[in-house]
T-cell receptor, first 112, second 112 residues
Framework: DQQVKQNSPSLSVQEGRISILNCDYT??????FLWYKKYPAEGPTFLIS?????DKNEDGRFTVFLNKSAKHLSLHIVPSQPGDSAVYFC???????????FGQGTILTVHP | DVKVTQSSRYLVKRTGEKVFLECVQD?????MFWYRQDPGLGLRLIYF???????EKGDIPEGYSVSREKKERFSLILESASTNQTSMYLC???????????FGSGTRLTVV
């Protein structure tokens, strides 16, 4: 049972434009949501997070939006750069569970 | 610079072999995790540990075991390697009751 889902396996965007990556979840008990970025042959690195009591968190070019009623979150990257090309994982954390649950990942390609 | 170190970047093992994957962290974290990453399936939790000599099954523990004799070291053991265990294995650690995971660089295991 996939509790965190990323339904788009890949996304291709032109440099300078907006990248929007989406994620859906089923468990309303999650307290935090995170995005990780992964380059080939490297481990995932933390990008940005949001608490379940907020609906938006911004960090430079990266903004995460949370819609609790729809159980949906999205990551916006503006402007997109070629160095942003990587696999992006959505993850959810429940304090009572004590562990992260990850989505399937979305491969982002930013073309120069 | 805090680190999670996985002993091997690439491993090739034969079917039926017993395989040990080692992970060491230098951050004095209580929690340690083993995930495997497969295309289209994302990161799936195999085993985790909240303390020395303590272990909990994740979502896909079959065919694996773990050992945590010291706080800084968490070992994943493939009792009898099979070809369907060919994957990227990722170790992570985090402080107690904290979603801030730090990942290692991963071990690409091929079972032939």
């Amino acid at each position: 049972d996939q509790q965190v889902k990323q339904n788009s396996p890949s996304l291709s965007v032109q440099e300078g434009r907006i990248s929007i990556l989406n994620c859906d979840y089923t468990n309303s008990m999650f307290d935090y949501f995170l995005w990780y970025k992964k380059y080939p042959a490297e481990g995932p690195t933390f990008l940005i997070s949001i608490s379940s009591i907020k609906d938006k968190n911004e960090d430079g070019r990266f903004t995460v939006f949370l819609n609790k009623s729809a159980k949906h979150l999205s990551l916006h990257i503006v402007p997109s750069q070629p160095g942003d090309s990587a696999v992006y994982f959505c993850a959810a954390y429940g304090t009572s569970y004590g562990k992260l649950t990850f989505g399937q990942g979305t491969i982002l390609t930013v073309h120069p | 610079d805090v680190k999670v170190t996985q002993s091997s970047r690439y491993l090739v093992k034969r079917t039926g072999e017993k395989v040990f994957l080692e992970c060491v962290q230098d951050m004095d974290h209580e929690n340690m995790f083993w995930y495997r990453q497969d295309p289209g399936l994302g990161l799936r939790l195999i085993y985790f540990s909240y303390d020395v000599k303590m272990k909990e099954k994740g979502d896909i523990p079959e065919g694996y075991s773990v050992s945590r004799e010291k706080k800084e070291r968490f070992s994943l053991i493939l009792e009898s390697a099979s070809t369907n265990q060919t994957s990227m294995y990722l170790c992570a650690s985090s402080p107690q009751e904290n979603y801030g995971y730090t990942f290692g660089s991963g071990t690409r295991l091929t079972v032939v």
